[in-house]
Nanobody
Framework: QVQLVESGGALVQPGGSLTLSCAASGSIFSINSMGWYRQAPGKLRALVATQGNGGSTNYADSVKGRFTISRDNAKNTVYLQMNSLKPEDTAVYYC?????????WGQGTQVTVSS
């Protein structure tokens, strides 16, 4: 059993910054990647950023240059540093872990960008 616990979601003004964290625990073997997805009201869940074991990263075009993903492998934790936030970044952000052929999801954390 794998558990993912996210934290860091909040209400922030446009142009502001926020850092999300996600800690994985449980029976974790051979993590291939960790990352973040988001789901805005009325929209499908979509990729934000992922990072593989070799450090390779993948970002959605809409967040390139503003968001940075990083991992602490010793702590099985992934972070998402979000800068220059826009109202369209408002969504529930979900942590994702891919290991041993399975995907695992966190419960989600709300990020609201509004003045």
């Amino acid at each position: 059993q794998v558990q993912l616990v996210e934290s860091g979601g909040a209400l922030v003004q446009p142009g502001g910054s926020l850092t999300l964290s996600c800690a994985a625990s449980g029976s974790i073997f051979s993590i291939n990647s960790m990352g973040w997805y988001r789901q805005a009201p009325g929209k499908l869940r979509a990729l934000v950023a992922t990072q593989g074991n070799g450090g390779s990263t993948n970002y959605a075009d809409s967040v390139k240059g503003r968001f940075t993903i990083s991992r602490d492998n010793a702590k099985n934790t992934v972070y998402l540093q979000m800068n220059s936030l826009k109202p369209e970044d408002t969504a529930v952000y979900y942590c994702n872990l891919f290991a041993a052929g399975r995907y695992y999801w966190g419960q989600g954390t709300q990020v609201t960008v509004s003045s």
